[in-house]
Structures are given as structure tokens and as C-alpha cells.
């Protein structure tokens, strides 16, 4: 049976037990959405710390591989992010961006669309049409600008969710942070992310 | 406000950044250090192992070992030579050769008795250098028998009352003494009549003092003549008085008082008889002494042409965990009997000796 039809917990456990297979398995199928979020939270002024905090995560998870077995019931993949997110955090203290933990908590005067949101008039997500592809990659790009802008709780957060398809309580586990707080800083990201996008993209529909 | 929100969504799915993965030397890095990870595991379990095999494992200090150690090894040298030891002696051989011993005399010892007598004479003034020689091999036991004092010996005390009954000696057990008395190149006087004074080495370990209370009940003080009796008492006392025996100066005392009635005729009749069965147990035979020696040298050659270099000696076995090695040639020193040996046995130790002391000699030479 291939390891590609285990889970992640029984391909670490495979691993523990001396099996360097099921570490391939596991690193090809976590490869590209790690290096993605670690690449995005870091932002666009960290770009080159990037590979650092990628490699130095899966090395923190191979050397700490035997406080995993003690945690019975840890999701694989929730462990990996807290690897990856508190070195990314490391990072940014040292190059002077760090956040303050209640930065995504606080009110920073985000105020949500009210009425017709430009987004609802964006076209479908499905639609195969090429100059629908062109609007979702514009889409993407302005997405990542706006990123660049959110507080790094914030952005974490956001991506955790929306790219990770984490949990909340997973979330909060990554983040090290309360239940509560994870949802408050989720909304906070959304309101800002709409308004950045909608400020974008609201005047492509309106040409239209 | 926890739902996702499908727009924002879709529109990460759709970032330029979306099919970004890290180089290949992170790649790399991380699946080596996996790999390396898991070959430590390996070896820290070999490691383990390795751990529990040596001793340090067992907190057992060096000193200890050490002790241990030498323990072992001494016992192990001790087992390996006295294993040959004991293997020679039951099977009389050495070293894979039978050991070579004279034949049984075919004259009688009325013949050989007077021989001696005559040999005796000549030889009365002459000191004594070499050892006591028997020719017949059993008597020589029987003479090593009575002459030594070690009573654990329980074999060659049986072989010694068989052949003293054959023989006609006298063997009072009562005087047996355990002061052990060694005579070295002496001579004492065994019959007082001229030709029965023999030449007697009794060897560098043998007990006279047993060999001598055994002799004299039997050779017959008492038919000596009075002038020859009254010498070979003084003799004899003189050498009780050495040897500090009580018992033989009782004797003696008995003997001198049954001196004026004896027969003189009677007494050279009794010298006779008496002096031959005591000097056939002490023969020298020259024919012997060349077998053992010419065994000696024949098997040194031997030894010398299989690459064999040694030095034999025989003694009390020495435990030591270091060779014995001979001071002139340096080669090792092999102790091949015991205390207790055949009388031959020194003549052929001493010319395999000798060849190998010549060969070391030679071989000094060409070097």
C-alpha cells in the first residue's frame, strides 16, 4: 500500500519509527502550501528569508520527532504550522517588523461595506472564460498586495483559514492564541481585505 | 464571520505565487537531514549495543579487570603446563618419545657385587661429582621411593614393599623419619670392610637419612670383623650424629655391644650377601647414562630442526604469569618432571641442554 493513502499522523508515526519513505510522503504533500504560507506572512520585505524559515521548520519537526509520539491525539499538520509560524515570528522580530500579540485584537479602524459590495459583482470563481482567468489572477495578485498590509496575527489567521483550510480551534493552536481573539482577528482581515480589494477592483466593474 | 469568504478565497487560489515551492537545495537539506536523522537513530541503537557489550557497561573499575585478567591468564598457563606435566607422567613419554630407560641387569648380583667392590676400592679416595646411578630402572624407584619423604607418594611406597621383599630388605617402617636430611655430593660408608665402601651421590634431592637407617639392619654390622666392624660403626655413628637420628644411635649402640662375639669367617659371608643386595640397587651403569644421553641430544636436534629453542630442567613446578627464561641463551625454560624423577632423566635434560646451548652458541656466532 502506498503511503500517499495514510494520513498525516500515520505517516509521522511511520517516520518515528524509522521509515524515511513516509517522511518523503509527508514533505511532498505539505511542500508547496508551507513554503506558500511561510512566504506570505513573511511578506514581500522578508522574500529571502523564506527558504530559511521553510527548512528550518521540517528540521525542527525531524529533530523534535519524538516529542510528537508523546503527543497522542496532535494533528500533524497543526504541528508543522506552529514549527513554521513561530519561526516565521522569530524572523520578523529580528528584522524590526514584529507585531505586537493584541495588534490584530484592537480596532484599527476598519469599517465593513455596507449595502452592494463590490465583490458580489465579481464573476464566478468557475468561470473558464479567459477573461475571467485574467480577473482572478489580477484578483490573487491585488490579494497578496493587500496581505502585505494586514498585521501578522491578521494575515496568519487569514491564510490559515482561507488557503490551509484550518479549523479555528486548529488556528488558535497555531497561532498560540485564544478562540475568541482568532475569530476577532479574522474579522478584522476580512473588512480590510474587501475594502483593499473593492478599492481595486471596483472600477474594473465599473467600467464595464 | 468565521466562514471563509469564497471570493478572497478563490482569489488566493489564483495568486501568482500560487505554484511557488522551494529550491531544490532546501529540498535537499531537509530530506538529508531526515535521512540522517534516522541513521543516528540507527547507530545510537548500534552505539547502545556496543555500550553493553564493554565492560564499562557493568561499572566495573579498570584495577578490577586488570585483576581479573591476570587472574585468568595464570590460570589458564598453570592448566596448559600442567596439563603436559601430568600427561607425560602417565604416559611416560616426552615429547612424544618414550623416555628411555636401562634394561634390567642380566648378571647376578653376586656378580656385580663384587665388580663394585672393586670399583669401590679404586675409587674410595676419589670425590664425587655426579649423581647416583642405577642401572636397573625399577630399583631406582624403589631407591627414590624409600629416600624421599613425601608420603604422598602412595604408589611408589607400594611399588617399594614389593620389591624390597624381592630383594631382601629389611624395611622398618617404625624408623622412617619425616626431618628430611639432603646429602649432596657426600659419601658414606655403607659396609665397613674395605671393599664394600661405595661412592654414593645421593643427588640434590633425596632424603638419606630413610635410605640410610633402611640399610643398616640389613647390610650386618654385626658380621663384620672387629676391627672392620669397629670402623664402620664409627662411621656410621658419625653419620647418625650428621643426620641427628636418635633411633640410629640406639641401634648403633646395640650393634657395638654385639661385637666381640662375632665370627669373623661368618661376618666376610654376610658381607658379601649383604653388599650385593644393597649395591644393586645403586649400579652406575655407564651403558644407561649413554642412552639417556645420547636420547637427550637426539632429541634436541630434533627439536632445534623444528624450530623448538628451549631449556629443559625438572623441579618443583613453578607458577609464575611470566616464562622462565635461561639467562645465557634467552631461551624459554621448560620444567618437564617433577621433584621425584628418574635418575636417567638428568643425563638426558643435561646433553639436550648442552646441543642447545652449542646451537645457541653457533648461532651467537654467525650473528
Known sequence: MSDIFFKDEELMRKFCNGDERAFQTLYQRHEKPLYRYVRRVLGTALVAQVDEVFQDAWMRLVDARGSWQERQNASFKTWLYTLAHHRAVDILRKSGREISIDEGWKDDGATEYTGTAPWQLWPASSAEQPEQKVFWHSAGKQLLHCLDGLPVAQRAAFLLQHDDGLSLEEIAQVLNAEFEMVKSRLRYALTKLRACMGAYLHPLFQTE | MSLPDKHLQQALQHAPDRELAPNEITRKAVLDHAAMALLQRKSRWLQRCQHILTLEYWHIPRWQLAGMGSTIAILLVVAVFWDEHVAELRTGKFNGEPIQVASAPTESLQQNADGLAGRAKDEKTQPVSKPMRVENPTNSRIIAANESSDNSSVQNKAALNTKSTELGLERNETQQTTAPVIITADKFVVASAPEAVVDQNVGSSIDASVGLKQRLPSIG????????????????????????????????SAKKLALTSENRSEAKVKIKKDVSSSVGTIVNSNMAQNNAMKSGVALANKDIQAGILRILTHGKPTVTSVPLIDAVTGYRIQIIEGSDVSTLLPDEVEAYNQVMQDYYARSSRLN
Do not use: Y
Open chain 2, 221 to 252: 654390622v654385626d658380621a663384620l670383623a672387629p676391627t672392620d666392624k669397629a670402623v664402620a660403626v664409627n662411621n656410621i655413628g658419625e653419620r647418625s650424629d650428621r643426620l641427628g637420628n636418635a633411633e640410629v644411635d640406639k641401634d648403633i
